[in-house]
Nanobody
């Protein structure tokens, strides 16, 4: 069974930075998508960024130029570097994974494996 464990959340002031990590185990697909989603209180779970096995990335418009998704295959770890954080970035952040061929999906329902989430709080 695939396991995803996020870490790195916390509280920062607007303009600050955080790096989220997602340790991945028992995920042995050669073609895959990995993603970060977030859910703010009272809102839907929204895509933040995706990356596939070739390293192709995509970002939600709201985080372009501020967030960077990356992966270290040797460490089986997915990252999300978040810079210039804004109060509207406050949410629980989840990493997700799926075996997939083609463009990575942006709908959370397409991903079968999820971490437990890590809270990010940005104060003004």
């Amino acid at each position: 069974q695939v396991q995803l464990v996020e870490s790195g959340g916390g509280s920062v002031q607007a303009g600050g930075s955080l790096r989220l990590s997602c340790a991945v185990s028992r995920f042995a697909y050669s073609r895959y998508c990995m993603a970060w989603f977030r859910r703010a209180p009272g809102k839907e779970r929204d895509e933040v960024a995706t990356i596939d096995n070739a390293g192709t990335t995509r970002y939600a418009d709201s985080v372009k130029g501020r967030f960077t998704i990356s992966q270290d295959n040797a460490k089986n770890t997915l990252y999300l570097q978040m810079n210039s954080l804004k109060p509207e970035d406050t949410a629980t952040y989840y990493c997700a994974a799926a075996a997939f061929v083609g463009a990575c999906p942006t709908q959370w329902s397409e991903y079968l494996s999820w971490g437990q989430g890590t809270q990010v709080t940005v104060s003004s």
